[in-house]
């Protein structure tokens, strides 16, 4: 069993110039395991600002963006988990959620969570099949 880390895009360069302890994506023994990624832009390292709605949205593209350049897909993850800084977001980020996972959606937990070091509201994980 081999262990590989991927790079995002401009994603990967904001968390190692923040000197995080982390790789956005790793797989392993037929895994992906996608770090809860928050709404910055993976393209261009910004920190994508907005509603609950548009930071949803954004945290997915990461999610999306970062499984495949490990080779994997939306339609493979097995879990989620969303962390939120606020449980009245529930109801709007299963809006956006639901148009990533239309049909079979993963087994997925949602935790609410105090803040984080930047201003952003939510975070999603995940674990896809490689």
């Known amino acids: ?58 945290s997915l593209e990461n999610v999306k963006a970062a499984l495949e350049a490990a080779g994997s897909s ?17 109801n709007d980020i299963n809006q956006i959620y639901a148009e990533y996972f239309p049909s079979e959606p993963p087994a997925r937990t949602f935790c609410t969570v105090a803040s984080w070091p930047w201003e952003f509201d939510i975070e999603i994980e995940a674990v896809a099949l490689a």
């Open 74 to 90: 939306m339609d493979k993850v097995l879990k989620t988990t969303i962390f939120a800084v606020n449980s009245a977001y529930f």
């Open 1 to 58: 069993m081999t262990k590989k880390t991927y790079r995002v895009g401009k994603l990967s360069d904001a968390i190692e110039a923040r000197k995080i302890p982390l790789s956005a994506v790793v797989s392993g023994g037929g895994l992906v395991f996608v770090s809860g990624l928050p709404p910055v832009n993976w393209e261009t390292g910004e920190l994508v600002r907005g509603d609950i709605l548009v930071q949803t949205r954004q």
